[in-house]
């Protein structure tokens, strides 16, 4: 099993991909500012402050894709166009990521559900299908605490949120995560950061590499970086693993069995189905998926399978 280990569960998104001696560079390539990021997909806004930027695909019930930590909207391209010819799908760049607003924002898990819920409220969408990854798990637990009745279906895909730590932990995992530290992190360090995210790293993954190096030299990278951190400690700050009885949605499991960031290989040892199954012994109704040979980026790494679990589940084929 290829258990990698990384600095901190936390780093889970923007730090998603290894160097395994690639021959691509680009420190020297132009700056890319978050608005000129290419998703593939026309991007919508809202007036809502912070204004959120969103990618909106197909028609039917509503299903709201809500990326990771440092992560984007960009981060579904390989799921929008299987996902989009049975659901409406939004895809959210959320707060202080991709093109949303960046600001002086604490970035907690409360504060990305209240943006959520003012997205949704702007739009005027009663209820989703909420699907979130990594990061956008804890956020998708939270929101179901707070507006259970605005969730219809919960996928969570390689949550955080479930793995517990305790305070000494939490606290050494927000000191590893700083705007310092993630502005210092140099185009190997990147590579090296994302590849760990997957199982199998291939060079059509590159293209994460290329954006994440050079939006490191755009006017709102600082802005970024802040959020990444605020982030982290909002993850930390706001712990959900002990709420895990409290979601009423029907919830949906989707990991990796190769995941290299949960558990944390520095702190908790062991493998993901650990976790994993600690959280569908105490969501009321849950199902579990586990995926072989895939990473922590199951729904990049193994997107055909991605898609057939999530449209299976939805459509209550299973």
């Known amino acids: 099993m290829k258990r990698i280990a990384l600095l901190s569960l936390t780093i889970l998104i923007s730090n998603v991909f290894t160097s395994c001696g690639s021959g691509f560079m680009y420190t020297s390539e132009p700056p890319l500012e978050f608005s000129q990021i290419n998703y593939g997909y026309k991007v919508k806004f809202t007036n809502s402050s912070p204004k959120m930027a969103y990618i909106e695909q197909g028609n039917g019930e509503i299903l709201l894709l809500v990326h990771g930590l440092a992560s984007n909207a960009g981060f579904w391209r390989y799921n929008i166009p299987e996902l989009s010819k049975y659901f409406r799908v939004i895809a959210v760049d959320l707060p202080g990521y991709g093109k949303s607003e960046k600001g002086d924002y604490s970035y907690n898990m409360t504060f990305f559900a209240n943006s959520i819920k003012n997205l949704l409220d702007e739009l005027k969408i009663q209820k989703v299908n909420f699907v979130g990854h990594s990061m956008g798990g804890q956020i998708g637990i939270q929101f179901d605490l707070m507006y259970p009745e605005r969730i219809d279906k919960l996928i969570l895909v390689s949550p955080a949120g479930i793995e517990k730590f305790d305070e000494g932990e939490g606290e050494w995992l927000k000191s590893a995560v700083t705007i310092k530290s993630v502005k210092s992190t140099n185009e190997e360090g990147v590579r090296r950061n994302l590849s760990n995210n997957f199982y199998n790293w291939n060079d059509k993954l590159e293209w994460m590499v290329e954006e994440r190096v050079r939006l490191a030299k755009s006017t709102e990278f600082n802005y970024f970086a802040r959020a990444v951190s605020r982030s982290v400690a909002g ?40 976790v994993f199954r600690i959280a569908q012994k105490n969501i009321k109704d849950c199902q579990l998926r586990e995926i072989e040979d895939c990473g922590h980026m199951v729904m990049m790494e193994k997107p055909d399978e991605f898609n057939s679990i999530v449209k299976d589940f939805l459509l209550n084929k299973q």
Do not use: A, Q, V, W
């Open 235 to 274: 993850m930390i700050d706001e712990p959900t693993y002990d709420k895990l009885s409290l979601i009423k949605s029907p919830t949906l499991i989707i990991y990796g069995k190769e995941d290299g960031l949960i558990p944390n290989p520095y702190l908790h040892p062991g493998f993901p189905s650990d």
